[in-house]
C-alpha cells in the first residue's frame, strides 16, 4: 500500500545552523506534499507544501525539494532559532475511493540549542 | 472564525464504554478527516469525508464509526472502547483532498 518513509526521527542543531528532514513515498502518482509543524501539546500546522509541478519552493528561512523521478522530497530550514524546535511531519497525497487523502510520515523531533 | 473545533478536549474511559467525539468546521470546507496520532507513528487516517454525505474508511478504522451530520459536523464513535484506542485524536478539513488541512487542537482519549 501507500507509504511515507521520513528521517531522521529525531535531528539536534545548534542554533543558527541548518536543518534537512528527508521523505520518501511509494505512489508515482502523488502530486501533492506538505509540511507540517507540531509544537508539544498543539495541533499539526501547515508550514510549506509543494505540488509536482514544480521542483522548489522558498518561504523565508524555510524551502521544501522535490525529486518526482526519486520519489523524494525534502524540508530544509536554515538559520535555525530555538522557536523552530517541534515535530515536523511530510505528507504526500494519494488516490483511494476515487478521492484524495494524504498520508502523514512517522515525523521528525527538530531540537534546536541555543 | 473559529476554524476547526472539537470536543471534548480530554476523555477518561473505561473498557467497553462508548463515546462520540464531535468535530465542527466554519471554513465551510467540503472534507473532513479523522486521524489518531500514536507516538512515533505519525498521524494516521481513521475515516474521511469527502463531502457532504459521503463517509469512507481511512487506514485504521476498526472499532470506530462516524457520521457527516452536515456540512459543518463530522462525528466519531467508539462503540466500546479498548485500551488500544488509547490515543490522541484529530479532526481537520480543508477544500479538497489536495489542499491545505487545518486542524482542530484534539482530543486526549484514555481508556482503562
Known amino acids: 500500500g501507500e507509504n511515507v518513509e521520513q528521517h531522521p526521527s529525531t535531528l539536534s542543531v545548534q542554533e543558527g545552523d541548518s536543518a534537512v528532514i528527508k521523505c520518501t513515498y511509494s505512489?508515482?502518482?502523488?502530486?501533492?506534499f506538505p509540511w507540517y509543524k507540531q509544537e508539544l501539546g498543539k495541533r499539526p500546522q501547515l508550514i510549506i507544501d509543494i505540488r509536482s509541478n514544480v521542483g522548489e519552493k522558498k518561504d523565508q528561512r524555510i524551502a521544501v525539494t522535490l525529486n518526482k523521478t526519486a520519489k523524494h522530497f525534502s524540508l530544509h530550514i536554515t538559520e535555525t532559532q530555538p522557536e523552530d524546535s517541534a515535530v515536523y511531519f511530510c505528507?504526500?497525497?494519494?488516490?483511494?475511493?476515487?478521492?484524495?487523502?494524504?498520508?502523514f510520515g512517522a515525523g521528525t523531533r527538530l531540537a534546536v540549542h541555543p | 472564525n473559529a476554524g476547526v473545533t472539537q470536543t471534548p478536549k480530554f476523555q477518561v474511559l473505561k473498557t467497553g464504554q462508548s463515546m462520540t467525539l464531535q468535530c465542527a468546521q466554519d471554513?465551510?470546507?467540503?472534507?473532513m478527516y479523522w486521524y489518531r496520532q500514536d507516538p512515533g507513528m505519525g498521524l494516521r487516517l481513521i475515516y474521511y469525508s469527502a463531502s457532504e454525505g459521503t463517509t469512507d474508511k481511512g487506514e485504521v478504522p476498526n472499532g470506530y464509526n462516524v457520521s457527516r451530520l452536515n456540512k459543518r459536523e463530522f462525528s466519531l464513535r467508539l462503540e466500546s472502547a479498548a485500551p488500544s484506542q488509547t490515543s490522541v485524536y484529530f479532526c481537520a478539513s480543508s477544500e479538497s483532498g489536495t489542499d491545505t488541512q487545518y486542524f482542530g487542537p484534539g482530543t486526549r482519549l484514555t481508556v482503562l
Open positions: 505528507a504526500a497525497s494519494f488516490v483511494s475511493g476515487g478521492y484524495n487523502k494524504l498520508i
Open positions: 471554513m465551510n470546507h467540503n472534507s
Open positions: 505512489d508515482s502518482a502523488s502530486n501533492y
